[in-house]
């Protein structure tokens, strides 16, 4: 049977207990957030926002204290789905629903991740399958989903790369036509492809899709919205690398720029990426600069800088880019907080004084 982590929620909160009516239609610009966090003594697990865009206002609705150590998860709107790591040393994955009207979190099943730190989680896109990357133990693996249910199939497929040494896996994803699995690998400097058939939902063998220089640190990658280009962005060698996609699933760098400032001699960390809808601009974080990078993509793939910001907190670790509310917020790690920054016209970031403490935020997912 399955265990209900929220028994109830407060009244005063407008949301719903065992019996009553649904929650009313939410307004315009508001938003229910999940916040995943790293426990500690002071707090543990996912918190429950409600963030109101238009007074860009938080305000803390319920926690999740079972869930601990959510450092990444992703959301299966259609289906109300949500799938979270535990990140620690003898890792899991875990899948909830997420109830309507009482935005409950209801617990599905949880599996072992396969090795140890999972920190990134994808779906298939036909929700099918799930992936997770293991930062230690070398490993990737792909798990079948229940189409009725939702569990997890504690029976997965692991992927390794083709090379030994010390590995890595920090983000894994399907390609946007859904035939290829890829994987960033800080540990081996590398990005990877997978030939993926939807029909079995198995990987084939590893081949490596682009090498980065020695100690660059690969962490992120983003897709453009049509699938051409490729953004990976370096942890340890703070670099933004544009690449194009090429027939065979390789990747060509066509260019690589610096995400900090020439002047700035201090330690630094880029961490999160995301590409618009439009697919003209891209964002990142550098933790330790504490800034937030914002380029522009031109028709040929090439960036060109626009803006770098402090992002008034420490270690931004994640960000939410909600351009419908044209909004972008901030999870910072170190001191506890998130920030509100407005999206402009023109793609670039404004700065404002909205912030809402919230313990070790490091993941923000809409739930809507």
């Keep these: 049977m399955k265990t209900t982590l929220m028994a109830a929620l407060a009244v005063s909160a407008g949301l719903c207990f065992a019996g009553c009516q ?13 916040t995943g966090t790293y426990s500690n003594e002071a707090a543990k697990g996912i918190q429950l926002l409600r963030y109101d865009a238009e007074k860009d206002s938080f305000t803390a609705v319920s926690n999740f204290a079972e869930v601990e150590n ?53 779906l298939s896109p036909d929700k099918r399958r799930l992936a997770v990357a293991n ?34 896996a920090h983000w894994v994803q399907w390609s946007p036509e859904g035939d290829r699995l890829y994987v960033v690998d800080l540990g081996h400097d ?50 933004l690398v544009a690449t194009k996609r090429e027939a065979d699933g390789t990747l060509t760098e066509i260019q690589t720029i610096s995400t900090l400032p020439a002047d700035f001699t201090g330690k630094s960390f880029a961490a999160h990426i995301s590409i618009n809808a439009a ?30 910001i402090a992002t008034g907190g420490d270690w931004p670790r994640f960000f939410l880019l909600l351009e419908a509310e044209k909004r972008l917020l901030v999870a910072h790690q170190n001191d506890h907080v998130i920030t509100v920054f407005h999206l402009k016209d023109d793609g670039t970031l404004e700065a404002t004084d909205k912030r809402f403490t919230s313990n070790l935020p490091v993941w923000l997912q809409p739930v809507s």
């Design 279 to 308: 697919g003209d601009r891209v964002y990142i974080t550098n933790r330790g600069h504490n800034s937030i990078g914002v380029y522009e993509i031109a028709a040929d793939g090439r960036l060109k800088s626009l803006q770098t």
């Design 70 to 122: 959510a450092s990444f998860g992703v959301y299966d709107a259609e289906n109300r789905r949500l799938y979270v790591t535990d990140e620690r040393d003898d890792g899991r994955v875990a899948a909830y629903d997420v109830a309507t009207g009482e935005i409950a979190l209801t617990s599905i099943n949880a599996v072992s991740s396969g090795a140890g730190a999972p920190c990134y989680l994808a």
């Design 190 to 239: 590398e990005v990877r492809a997978y030939d993926y058939d939807a029909q079995t939902g198995r990987a084939g063998a590893p081949v490596t899709a682009l090498k980065l220089p020695a100690k660059a640190g690969p962490r992120h990658m983003a897709f453009s919205p049509n699938g051409s280009y490729a953004y990976v962005l370096t942890e340890y060698a703070n670099t």
């Design 22 to 34: 649904a929650e009313p239609a939410k307004p315009a610009g508001e938003q229910l957030l999940l």
């Design 135 to 168: 930062y230690h133990g070398d490993i990737v693996a792909v798990y079948a989903i229940d189409p009725a249910t939702g569990a997890i199939d504690g029976e997965p497929q692991i992927l390794k790369a083709a090379t030994e040494g010390e590995g890595h």
